[in-house]
Structures are given as C-alpha cells and as structure tokens.
C-alpha cells in the first residue's frame, strides 16, 4: 500500500517530536503492509522549521536509518496550504510536490468555511502545471453542509483525498465520516490516507484497518485508493479507472440505483 499523507518528519511540525519517534512510526506503518510513505508536513506560516528546499534530504536520510526489512520508502512531499501556494516560486512548489517531481501537489483543505474564491485559488494552482489532490475535504462544514460544491470541484479535475481519522471515527454519525463514505459510495474520492501524526494514541498510520472499513460495499475500491491511484499520482501518471463501487441493497435485498461512476 501507498500512504500519500503521514506526518512522520521529526521535530519540524506536529509529527514525531524525534527521530525515536519516526522510527516507531515507520515500523508501525511497515506493519500495515504500506511499502511507500509520503512525508507531507504542513507547509504554512505556524510551522516555520519546515524548509521546502530540505525536504528531500530529510527523506532520503530517514528512508536510509530505516531497516531494510521493513520495506518502507519514505518519499519528499509537503501538505500545502492554498495561500502559501500563491505566494510560492515554481522551485518552491516543485520541491512540495510529491516525490518532488512538478506535477501533483497534497494541498490542505482549510478547517474554517470555505471562502467564495476557494475554486479561483485551486485554478491559479492548477494552471501553473499542477494536479491538485485536496487533503481531508470531508472534514470541512462547508461542504458537509454542500457536497454538490466538492462534487464540482472533483469534475474540474482535483481529486479528493478522503482520510483515516474520518473513516474510523468511533462516532458513526460523524458527519466527516458520513461524507467520506458517501464520497466513496458516489465513485468521487480518489485516494485514501492516513494523515498520521505518530505510531500511538495519536492519529497511527493504520491505512490497512481504513481500507477494510469499506469491505461491506467497496472492498476493490479501498484497495484502488492505497495502490493504483497513489501510484498514479506519485508517477504523475494519469488515473487508472477505478473499479465500480456496489450499490447498497434495500431490505428486499435489492440494490439501490444511482451509486458509483
């Protein structure tokens, strides 16, 4: 499997504090069965140890500590925040991009509303020569409350990037974990991820327990998320066509039409 979202750097945002810490993460995620780790720390004014022009050191030495029979790259990318993408140079967003190669970014839906000219900024990105993956959008009010705005925003050509701490929410009335699934359920969500903070209490890297929340209706789609698509967007490749999501049954057994892309 393939994690396009894992906080797992030390000591530059709200990742490990250590590369004690790195390490456990990395094993913990190893133990998943994910094989290829995106380091996406948060590039935004709040964390300002994190330096663009390093990130692909810090990679490559971290991938060279780990043991080689865990199995586990850990490649250069960066969660952006729109406004900091703005303002970027073209060697800036390049070095963000994943596997620093200029072609997809892993930019942060904001956690506050989303504001009128959201679509314009996503634009100005993309025109610069970029796919943009959008982190964690299930998670903001404005589009629990407006899906159909998402579902725009996906037909434009941004895909969406559901994450963990939303799919295995223990409240299953969460309304991120709702959208999630009902994104999932739509053929609208193209990657799956862990957004993972450390190897503990603390959002882990269980990307295999994710995908298996989707086994009642999607168990091929879950697998698409963490393999083929992932490996798409690291290659700057275009998207294989995911496999066709089952309809929910109705209780005479039927399944319900409308479901899947």
Request: a negative charge; charged letters at 25%.
């Amino acid at each position: 499997m393939i994690d396009l979202h894992a906080h797992i750097l030390p000591g530059i945002d709200d990742g490990p504090p250590d590369i004690a810490g790195s390490m456990d993460f990395a094993r913990a995620a190893a133990a998943q069965g994910t094989t290829v780790l995106a380091a996406t720390p948060h590039l935004r004014n709040d964390y300002p140890l994190v330096d663009v022009y390093r990130l692909g050191d810090w990679c490559a030495d971290l991938t060279a500590r780990l043991p080689v029979d865990l199995n586990l790259e850990v490649v250069p990318a960066s969660e952006v925040d729109l406004m900091w993408a703005q303002d970027a140079t073209d060697e800036e967003l390049r070095l963000a991009s994943f596997g620093q190669r200029g072609t997809d970014l892993l930019l942060e839906t904001p956690y506050g509303l989303i504001p009128d000219n959201f679509e314009e900024l996503l634009f100005n990105v993309s025109v610069r020569g970029y796919r943009v993956l959008l982190a964690h959008p299930e998670r903001n009010q404005t589009f629990q409350r407006d899906p159909e705005r998402l579902k725009r925003i996906a037909d434009r050509g941004v895909l969406i990037q559901i994450t963990l701490p939303s799919v295995l929410a223990r409240d299953k009335s969460s309304r991120s974990r709702k959208l999630a699934f009902d994104l999932v359920r739509e053929g609208i969500a193209h990657n799956l991820a862990s957004d993972s903070h450390s190897s503990g209490r603390f959002r882990p890297p269980l990307l295999r327990a994710a995908a298996r929340a989707f086994d009642e209706f999607a168990p091929s789609y879950a697998q698409w998320m963490v393999t083929e698509a992932p490996a798409a967007i690291l290659a700057g490749a275009p998207m294989p066509r995911p496999p066709r999501v089952d309809a929910p049954k109705n209780k005479r057994g039927l399944r319900l039409p409308g479901f899947g892309r």
